[in-house]
């Protein structure tokens, strides 16, 4: 294992210098070493380093090792500067800020969750934003949150189409209404793809790729076709 001894003495630069070499090494098996031994000797004086490295990290297991490195640090510094990376330029570092809010879990968080992050242009962004979204959602708020989520209804490929039904999903049965209304979108992307998330949620246990087929079958043939022939083929 890589070794990093924490000094908090004036969180020394030379130090800090050191740990960003190690976190920026060619081999990603160093670089995963490297959050592990920052973790596991947490150091307030490691912050900006981590949250610098968040932003360009290539491999996504080092990338989640550095959030929980970062969640290892005091939350009283490490929100505040996960709140300002939430404004940055880089969709990377936006999305591991709030991947990292999520590992953090604090719900004063929720109030810096904008609708424009949930509507990112960004699919990373705006998949992490969904997760996130619905760690911190106040109960009462849910409704509205699944309100926004199924504007984002057939955006993508089926990786961000998982996502998106996971998000709602996870909202629970506030979501019912919100779907139902989405399954009658003219537009048969949305429409599918809000009867396969209302498959989901009704039962878990069906594979998405299942759900989403037969939701497609639906939308096509239209409900009443879609069930005659499913009665035909039993």
């Given at each position: 294992?890589?070794?990093?001894?924490?000094?908090?003495?004036?969180?020394?630069t030379?130090?800090?210098?050191?740990?960003?070499?190690?976190?920026?090494?060619?081999?990603?098996?160093?670089?995963?070493q490297?959050?592990l031994?920052?973790?596991?000797?947490p150091?307030?004086?490691?912050?900006?380093?981590l949250?610098?490295?968040?932003?360009?990290?290539p491999?996504?297991?080092?990338?989640?090792m550095?959030?929980?490195?970062?969640?290892?640090?005091?939350?009283?510094?490490?929100?505040?500067?996960?709140?300002?990376?939430?404004?940055?330029?880089r969709?990377?570092?936006?999305?591991?800020a709030?991947?990292?809010?999520?590992?953090i879990?604090?719900r004063?968080?929720?109030?810096?969750?904008?609708?424009?992050?949930l509507?990112?242009?960004?699919?990373?962004?705006?998949?992490?934003?969904?997760r996130?979204?619905?760690?911190?959602?106040?109960?009462?708020?849910?409704a509205d949150?699944?309100?926004?989520?199924?504007?984002?209804?057939g955006?993508?490929?089926?990786?961000?189409q998982?996502?998106?039904?996971?998000?709602?999903?996870?909202?629970?049965d506030?979501?019912?209404?919100?779907?139902?209304?989405?399954?009658?979108s003219p537009?048969?992307?949305v429409?599918?793809?809000?009867?396969?998330?209302?498959?989901?949620?009704?039962?878990?246990?069906?594979?998405?790729?299942?759900?989403?087929?037969?939701?497609?079958?639906?939308?096509?043939?239209?409900?009443?076709?879609?069930?005659a022939?499913g009665?035909?083929e039993?």
């Amino acid at each position: 294992m890589v070794s990093i001894n924490p000094t908090n003495a004036a969180h020394a630069t030379p130090h800090n210098a050191r740990v960003a070499a190690v976190l920026s090494a060619g081999d990603s098996s160093v670089r995963l070493q490297a959050a592990l031994a920052a973790g596991s000797n947490p150091d307030p004086g490691f912050l900006e380093t981590l949250v610098e490295r968040c932003a360009v990290e290539p491999d996504f297991f080092v990338r989640d090792m550095l959030s929980w490195a970062l969640t290892r640090l005091p939350p009283e510094i490490t929100l505040p500067r996960m709140r300002r990376e939430l404004d940055s330029g880089r969709t990377r570092a936006r999305s591991q800020a709030l991947h990292t809010l999520s590992k953090i879990g604090d719900r004063s968080a929720w109030a810096w969750i904008t609708r424009d992050m949930l509507h990112d242009a960004d699919d990373e962004v705006a998949r992490t934003a969904w997760r996130v979204a619905v760690v911190l959602v106040p109960e009462d708020e849910k409704a509205d949150l699944a309100g926004e989520l199924v504007r984002e209804l057939g955006r993508g490929d089926r990786d961000v189409q998982l996502s998106l039904s996971r998000a709602l999903v996870g909202l629970g049965d506030v979501t019912g209404p919100a779907l139902e209304r989405a399954a009658a979108s003219p537009d048969p992307a949305v429409a599918a793809h809000a009867r396969a998330t209302e498959l989901l949620r009704r039962n878990p246990e069906t594979g998405f790729h299942a759900a989403v087929d037969e939701a497609e079958r639906i939308v096509t043939l239209g409900p009443e076709r879609a069930a005659a022939a499913g009665a035909a083929e039993c």
